[in-house]
């Protein structure tokens, strides 16, 4: 987490006027107490009302506003449906991130935007029974690989039963309604291929490299996909 990030989230979490040891802070914030210290040092030399101290705790004195986003209703209700559906087909790391940036975006909400996102929280639905966490859970790899250029070793199960190993340079995630897939180059193919993710039994990183910097495979990818390029499906 970027210390700019590590700041902000302290004051949301001071802004409900508890009081929150260092202790606490750090151990929610995955950091030690001391960076902790030094944080809510910076906070108050920039003008945050903190009150408190070392050993004691702290907290947001009251009437201190987060500058609000100006979202639209419509615009939010596009947020929460988007992030309930990273939340049910997305992998567990991404639907995280996704609750955690609602989160965000709720605490610095003035009170009529707050009253219309907790309705649509309410209304608006997606069950995740489809598409069980555990075959989601290749994507946080994957995912991994295709933002760092990291090439990853699969097993994969055919529709038919047959499984083999793999070495993918991961490109690009779909997702169909039904399924995930992944376009990749597949080194034992030679060639590109589209995988279902929920077929992946183990993925691991490989710890080697390969370069579309510029989306240059990806667009390769795409171009075959359009023509019915092979498929491991």
């Known amino acids: ?55 004691v705790g702290y907290r947001l004195r009251r009437g201190y506003q987060v500058p609000p986003l100006m979202f639209t209703g419509d615009e939010l ?11 049910a087909y997305g992998d567990p790391a991404l639907g995280k991130a996704a609750a955690q940036a609602m989160a965000r975006i709720e605490a610095v909400l003035p009170r009529s935007l707050e009253e219309r996102i907790a309705g649509s929280e309410m209304r608006f639905c997606a069950p995740a029974f489809m598409h069980p966490a555990p075959l989601r859970e290749p994507m946080t790899l994957l995912r991994e690989g295709m933002e760092k250029g990291l ?60 370069d579309d910097r510029y989306g240059h495979l990806w667009k390769t990818y795409l171009a075959e996909a359009r023509g019915e390029g092979d498929v491991e499906l």
């Open 1 to 55: 987490m970027r210390p700019a990030d590590r700041l902000f989230q302290i004051i949301l979490m001071l802004r409900h006027g508890r009081v929150l040891t260092a202790r606490a802070l750090a151990e929610a914030l995955e950091v030690s107490e001391r960076t902790i210290y030094r944080d809510i040092a910076d906070l108050i030399a920039s003008g945050a009302p903190i009150d408190g101290e070392a050993g």
């Open 77 to 87: 209700e596009a947020l929460v449906i988007g992030a309930k559906l990273v939340q």
């Open 151 to 210: 090439k990853v070793r699969v097993r994969y199960r055919r529709g038919d039963g047959e499984i083999s190993r793999r070495t993918l340079w991961p490109l690009g995630l779909v997702f169909w309604g039904h399924c995930w897939t992944l376009g990749a180059w597949c080194e034992l193919r030679e060639s590109f291929r589209t995988f279902r993710v929920d077929r992946i039994e183990a993925v691991e990183a490989s710890g080697e490299r390969f």
